[in-house]
């Protein structure tokens, strides 16, 4: 392992409820292990985005009832490319080499992983964003 790989490995939050056995499978240990620490540690960027994202949209979200404040986070997610691109660049920019290559030989079911952790991370702290806009 290089100096950038354990240095990145070293800054990661411990996420001591992520069960890694045995038997776990593939995908999901690289979830515990890599894609949790990764939206832990970049939680603060993660809110500072999509608070950005809000704004650019013309506050629309603040004009939303709950659920469809949550449907919001969702489909900005799902639906715009640009921004699911920008949400994987910060998971990306904190692999390690033998991370990244299995990210890319996984692509898919990392990314659904990825989008599927922000929305959840970001729908769980909708507070904020209350906040922020008061």
Known sequence: MNARDEQLKSIRPEIPNAEIKSR???MERFQNLTLRPIAK???DILLSIFSNYIEKYKNIFHKLGQNEKLNYIENSLKKDSKFKNLIRGIFIAHFTSEEYKFYSENISSANKRIVNLVKE???SQMQYFESEHA
């Open 24 to 26: 776990t499978a593939e």
């Open 41 to 43: 540690f970049q939680n």
């Open 121 to 123: 991370r970001l729908q």
